[in-house]
């Protein structure tokens, strides 16, 4: 696929060194591509690091991740994504893990409204960026639940998470994001809080 990723911290960063991996053609859009650290990102990965909107045209899919403070704006300066498959991987919040959940809308559901036209699908926000660069615990491995209204774009992100190592798990509609936020905002706790680390992951039983 062709892959357009807004941001390029830990969790772009990393999502995008795993794809490439894979094959995936991957398109970094920043704001200043002309940045040294961005600059040196793109050589340790040979990828191209271009502005948001380059990066969104390129992209099959579009990944937002970055933090959640600057999501609306990356949003704005990548264009019109009417058509696209946008990759939601933010959070609400501004002081992590405390995400803060609207009474009318999940933040998901404010990235669908910001970014008209998308096929919003919410999905890498659960854990954390050292479980995107291996998610295996032994035999088990971290399940990546996402959620979307649009079956194609569900069905490419379920792809997506798979080439990643994860186990997809299709968690309904784009309206139950809420849980999906709320449960990142537990595994902050439990990282963060409860000073477990980052390399801890939740894992769906069946019997």
Known sequence: MKIGILGSGNVGGTLGARWRQHGHEVVFGVRNPSDPKAQNLAKELNAKMDTAADASA????????????????????????????LLDCTNPVTKWPEVEIGAELSGAEQVARWAAGASVVKIFNTTGYLNMANPKYGNEVVTMFYVGDDASAKKAAAQLATDLG???????????????EMLAGFWGTLAFGQKLGLEIGFRLLRR
């Open 58 to 85: 390129f992209g099959d899919v579009v990944v937002l991740a970055v933090p959640w403070p600057v999501a609306e704006d990356a949003i704005r300066s990548a264009g019109n994504l009417a058509g696209k498959i």
């Open 166 to 180: 994860f186990e997809p798990l299709d968690a309904g509609p784009l309206v139950n994001s809420k849980y999906l």
